[in-house]
C-alpha cells in the first residue's frame, strides 16, 4: 500500500533496540489462506539502553492472541507494529497470528509457490511472519514446529524430531531474523556428506520438485567445493550437522543464504547439460559458493543494521570470485567482471541512482541490494588486498573472525581489524565506503634523460549523495613495456592518495609504454591515449590485453559513430592475430572478441559532449562485427572446426571455453554464410549451450522461425529452458521489432508475468536491448511501463528493480527524455503504487 509520505531511515539515527532476545519459539499451523503462526519469545530488557519501548514490527499479520507471562495483554497496533506494556524484568512474549501464504505474491514473508510453502525474510520480511524485533542486531536462537501438509517440512538448524505431518527444528547458532526460513512441501532429495576439517559428518540434501532428480548432481558438488575451499582458503569449516538447500520456481532473486536451509531460485541451481548452457553452469556454481560463504560472512557475523549490507555482501561477493578464478580460470573471471561491473555498476553510479559503497539513508532497503553495493563493495575489498598484501588479508580476516564471531557489525570494524592487523591507516581509505560516484584517473606521461614519469590526476564527478567528493585510495597496477615489446618493469602498485601525483622510474634505455591498471586494479575510468595496439601485441598482463582490445574496438566504435569513419584495421587485424594464436585459453579469446556494450558506448559518447543515438550505436557495432568477419573469411571455417568439442560434454572450464570461441566464431561465420553453419549446429545439439547459440544466430540471421517452433515443441514443459525461449527472442531481435516481440510474447498462453523469472526473461530482455528499448517511436518505454504498472501491485520488489531500466535516461535527446518522462509521470501516478517503486521513480527523476 501506498505511504502517503514514505519514511526515510537515516545511517545516524542508529540506536540499538532495548531488549535482547533469548530464544525463540514457533509454532506453524500451515493452511493455504489461513496460516497460524504462534510464537514464544524470551525478551530481557537492556538496562544500558537509552530507549526501552516495547516496539515489535509486524505487516499485513491479524492478531489473534497476545500474552505476557500467560496473562492476556492488548498491544496497540499500528500498520508498521505493535507497542505493548512490558515489565521491567525478563518476560516471555506470546502471541498467534494468522497470515494468507496464498494469498502472499510479494513472495516476501511465508508464499506458496506452485503449493510448496517457502520462506524469504531479507530483509525485512520475517514481520510479515510474526510480531518481532525485526532488525539484523538482534540475534537469537530459534525452535520450530511446523504441522503441515505431508512431505518435507524443514527449518533452520538441525532436525530435532519428526512425525507424521509434523517436524521440529532447532538452530543453536543466534540469528537475525533475516535468516529464517521455512519450507514444506512434497520435494525429492538429492543426498550426500561432507566431513569438515573439524571432523563433523554433515548431511546435504538438494531438495527439488519432482521431475527435476536428473539436475541435481552438479549443485551437489558445487556445494562440496565450496565447503573445501572455504576451510582450504579462509579456514571456516561448516557448523551444523546438515546443510538443505531447496529449488522454488517464483523467487525474486538468486538464492538466500538462510542458516542451514539455503532457497534458491531453481534457475539458480537447477542444472543438466541438454537444459543450461556453460554460462548457467558457472552461475550456479558461483551462487551456490556465495551463499554457501554468507555463513560466515554474514550469518556467523552479520550487519548492525541494513546500512552495512555491503559488510557481508560486498566480502561474499569478494569469496565468490576468488573461489571461481581458482575453480576456473582467474584472468577470464576478472575480465567477466570487469565487463559486468561496467554494464551494471558504472551506469548506477554515475546517473540519478548513484549512492556510496555504504548508504546513509533509504526508504525501502530492498532498493539497496545494487551492483554498488555488491560489486563495488567486492571491488573495495579486492583494493584494500592490493593495498595490504596477499599475508596481511589473511592475517586481518583471521582477527575478523576470531574478534566478531556472533556479532552484528559495522564497516568501521571491518576496517579496524585491518588496521590493527596492519597498523595502517585507513581512514582515507574509508572515502570509498562514504562516497559515490565512479572516480576518474587521468595519465599524462614523460621522458626525459632515462627518467619516465607519469602524472596521474583522479577526480570524481559530484552527485546528489557526494556533492563534494574528497580524493581516494586508489592502487594503481602499473607495468612499463620496452620499444621491443619486452617488461621493462613488472607490475607495480603505485598509490594514488592525492587529487594529483606524479611517479617517476628512472634509468630506462628508452621511452616505454606503459600498462596501466593492470588487473583493473580499481574500479575507475582510466583517461589515457594509450599505444592500445601495441599493448594488444605484447602486453604481458592477460587483463590489461584484454583491455587494450577493448580501447581501440571502443575508439574504433565511436569514430563511426561520430565521424562516420571505417572500422579500425589495427582492431581487426590485432583481433585476427589473437584469434589465430593457439597458445592463447579459447576462453580469453572468445572474451577478446566481444565488443563494449551499447549502453556503454552511448555513456562514452555522452562523456565526450554527444547525445547517443542508440540506433547508430547498433549499426556501427553491427558494421564492426562485419568487417571482421569480412576480413577473416576464408579461415573461418577451419577455426569453427577446430574449436568443436567432441568428448562428452562437461561444464568445465575447457570445454566450456572451446564452446565459447566455437560459438563466437560461429556468429562471425553466420554474417557470411547466412546461418547454414548454424543451422547444422542446431540440428546436432546435444546441449543447451550449442542448441541455444545456434537458435540465436539463426534469428539474427532472419531464419529462425522454424527452430523456434522446434525449440518450443521440444521444451514446453521445462520452465527454465522456456524462459530462455522468452529472453532470446527479444535480445536478437532488431531493435524496430523488440517492442513488438516483447508485447506478442506477452500475450503468449505460456507468458505467467506472475512469475519473476518469466517476467525479467521477456521485459527485462527488453530493457537490456539498447536500441529496442530506445527504439525512436517510444514502443520500449511504454510497453515497460504498462507492465511495470500492472506488477507493482502483485510484486514491488521485482518491479521496483526493473524501474532502473530508466536510469540513463538524462542521456538521450529531447524527444526521448520527454516520452521517458511522460513513462515516468505515468508509473508514479498510478494509485497506491508501492513504496518501492515509488521511491526508484522518485529518485530517477529528481537527479
Ligand atoms: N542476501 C540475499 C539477498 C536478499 C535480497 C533481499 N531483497 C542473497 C545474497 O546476496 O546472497
Ligand atoms: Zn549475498
Known amino acids: 500500500m501506498r505511504d502517503a509520505s514514505p519514511q526515510t531511515i537515516y545511517l545516524k539515527d542508529y540506536a540499538p533496540f532495548g531488549f535482547a532476545v533469548q530464544d525463540v519459539h514457533l509454532t506453524f499451523d500451515l493452511a493455504p489462506s489461513a496460516t497460524r503462526v504462534t510464537a514464544r519469545i524470551r525478551f530481557v530488557p537492556d538496562r544500558a539502553a537509552a530507549d526501552r519501548t516495547f516496539f515489535l514490527h509486524g505487516e499485513n499479520l491479524s492478531l489473534i492472541s497476545a500474552k505476557i507471562d500467560g496473562e492476556s495483554v492488548k498491544p496497540t497496533l499500528t500498520d508498521e507494529g505493535l507497542t505493548c506494556d512490558v515489565p521491567d524484568m525478563p518476560f516471555t512474549w506470546e502471541a498467534e497470528v494468522q497470515i494468507d501464504p496464498a494469498g502472499n505474491t510479494a513472495l516476501e514473508g511465508l508464499y506458496l509457490s506452485n503449493g510448496m510453502y517457502c520462506t524469504q525474510c531479507e530483509a525485512e520480511g520475517f514481520r510479515k511472519i510474526t510480531y518481532y524485533p525485526d532488525r539484523p542486531d538482534v540475534m537469537s536462537t530459534f525452535t520450530v514446529r511446523i504441522n503441515g501438509p505431508h512431505g518435507t517440512l524443514l527449518s533452520n538448524g538441525n532436525p530435532v524430531a519428526a512425525g507424521d505431518g509434523w517436524a521440529e527444528w532447532h538452530d543453536p547458532w543466534p540469528k537475525p531474523a533475516y535468516l529464517f526460513a521455512l519450507v514444506a512441501g512434497e520435494l525429492i532429495a538429492h543426498r550426500d556428506t561432507f566431513t569438515t576439517m573439524e571432523g563433523r559428518k554433515v548431511d546435504l540434501a538438494l531438495y527439488v520438485r519432482p521431475g527435476d532428480e536428473g539436475k541435481c548432481a552438479f549443485g551437489m558438488q558445487a556445494l562440496k567445493d565450496s565447503m573445501v575451499w572455504d576451510e582450504k582458503v579462509y579456514g571456516r569449516p561448516y557448523d551444523l550437522d546438515v546443510f538443505n538447500i531447496v529449488a522454488v520456481d517464483d523467487f525474486n532473486m538468486g538464492a538466500m543464504e538462510n542458516k542451514g536451509l539455503n532457497i534458491f531460485n531453481a534457475s539458480a541451481v537447477l542444472a543438466s547439460p541438454e537444459t543450461s548452457t556453460d554460462g548457467n ?104 588486498k592490493t593495498l595490504v598484501g596477499d599475508d596481511a588479508y589473511a592475517k586481518a580476516l583471521d582477527l575478523y573472525f576470531e574478534r566478531h564471531d556472533g556479532q552484528a557489525c559495522t564497516i568501521e570494524d571491518w576496517l579496524k581489524v585491518f588496521e590493527d592487523a596492519t597498523g595502517r591507516d585507513l581512514s582515507q581509505f574509508q572515502r570509498w565506503y562514504a562516497q559515490a560516484g565512479t572516480p576518474h584517473v587521468a595519465v599524462s606521461e614523460a621522458f626525459a634523460d632515462g627518467t619516465y614519469t607519469l602524472e596521474f590526476t583522479q577526480s570524481t564527478p559530484p552527485s546528489a549523495t557526494t556533492p563534494d567528493p574528497a580524493p581516494l585510495v586508489i592502487p594503481i597496477a602499473v607495468g612499463l613495456i620496452a620499444p621491443d615489446g619486452s617488461e ?360
Request: hydrophobic letters at 40%; aromatic letters at 8%; one cysteine or more.
Open 281 to 384: 553452469f558457472e552461475r550456479i556454481e558461483a551462487i551456490i559458493a556465495h551463499e554457501y560463504f554468507h555463513n560466515w560472512t554474514g550469518n556467523r557475523i552479520t550487519c548492525r543494521d541494513w546500512f552495512q549490507l555491503c559488510l557481508k555482501e560486498g566480502l561474499t561477493v569478494f569469496r565468490d570470485s576468488q573461489f571461481t578464478a581458482d575453480m576456473r580460470s582467474a584472468p577470464v573471471k576478472r575480465i567477466s567482471d570487469v565487463i559486468d561491473l561496467r554494464a551494471r555498476q558504472f551506469p548506477e553510479d554515475q546517473g540519478p541512482l548513484a549512492h556510496p559503497v555504504r548508504p546513509e539513508s533509504f526508504q525501502e532497503i530492498n532498493n539497496f541490494y545494487t551492483a554498488t553495493i555488491y560489486e563495488k563493495g567486492a571491488e573495495v575489498i579486492a583494493m584494500l
Open 488 to 847: 621493462a618493469m613488472p607490475t607495480q602498485i603505485l598509490e594514488l592518495t592525492q587529487a594529483s601525483q606524479t611517479f617517476t622510474f628512472p634509468s630506462l634505455n628508452a621511452k616505454p609504454v606503459p600498462s596501466i591498471l593492470r588487473g583493473f586494479s580499481a574500479p575507475v575510468v582510466l583517461d589515457h591515449d594509450a599505444d592500445h595496439a601495441f599493448l594488444l601485441a605484447h602486453d604481458t598482463d592477460p587483463f590489461n590485453r584484454w583491455e587494450a582490445a577493448r580501447s581501440l574496438a571502443r575508439t574504433s566504435l565511436m569514430n563511426t559513430i561520430l565521424k562516420g569513419t571505417a572500422p579500425d584495421p589495427a582492431w581487426i587485424n590485432g583481433i585476427a592475430s589473437v584469434m589465430r594464436d593457439d597458445t592463447l585459453d579459447p576462453a580469453y579469446r572468445a572474451l577478446m572478441l566481444g565488443l563494449p556494450g551499447q549502453s556503454e558506448l552511448a555513456a562514452e559518447i555522452q562523456r565526450a559532449g554527444h547525445i547517443p543515438d542508440p540506433d547508430a550505436i547498433w549499426v556501427a557495432v553491427n558494421t564492426l562485427k562485419q568487417a571482421l568477419s569480412d576480413k577473416i573469411s576464408d579461415e573461418l571455417p577451419a577455426m569453427y572446426a577446430a574449436y568443436q568439442v567432441t568428448a562428452p560434454y562437461a561444464p568445465d572450464a575447457a570445454q566450456s571455453g572451446m564452446r565459447a570461441f566455437g560459438n563466437a566464431i560461429l556468429s562471425l561465420i553466420t554474417r557470411q554464410d547466412g546461418g547454414d553453419q548454424a543451422q547444422a549446429q542446431y540440428d546436432a545439439a546435444d546441449n543447451m549451450t550449442q542448441q541455444l547459440s545456434a537458435l540465436a544466430n539463426l534469428i539474427r540471421a532472419g531464419r529462425g522461425d522454424a527452430a523456434l517452433s522446434q525449440f518450443e515443441a521440444q521444451w514446453k514443459d521445462d520452465r527454465l529452458v522456456m524462459d530462455k525461449w522468452y529472453g532470446l527472442q527479444v535480445m536478437e531481435a532488431k531493435p524496430d521489432d523488440a517492442a513488438d516481440t516483447a508485447k506478442a510474447l506477452t500475450k503468449h498462453a505460456g507468458f505467467n508475468w506472475k512469475n519473476p523469472n518469466r517476467f525479467r526473461a521477456t521485459l527485462g530482455a527488453l530493457a537490456a536491448h539498447h536500441a529496442g528499448f530506445h527504439a525512436k517511436d517510444g514502443s520500449g518505454y511504454a510497453l515497460l511501463a504498462d507492465w511495470l504498472i500492472t506488477l507493482d501491485p502483485v510484486n514491488p520488489q521485482t518491479t521496483a528493480r526493473m524501474c532502473s531500466a530508466f536510469q540513463t535516461w538524462r542521456r538521450y535527446d529531447a524527444i526521448r527524455q520527454s516520452m521517458i518522462s511522460k513513462e515516468l509521470d505515468r508509473i508514479a501516478s498510478t494509485p497506491d503504487l508501492s513504496r518501492d517503486t515509488t521511491e526508484m521513480i522518485t529518485r530517477i527523476r529528481e537527479a
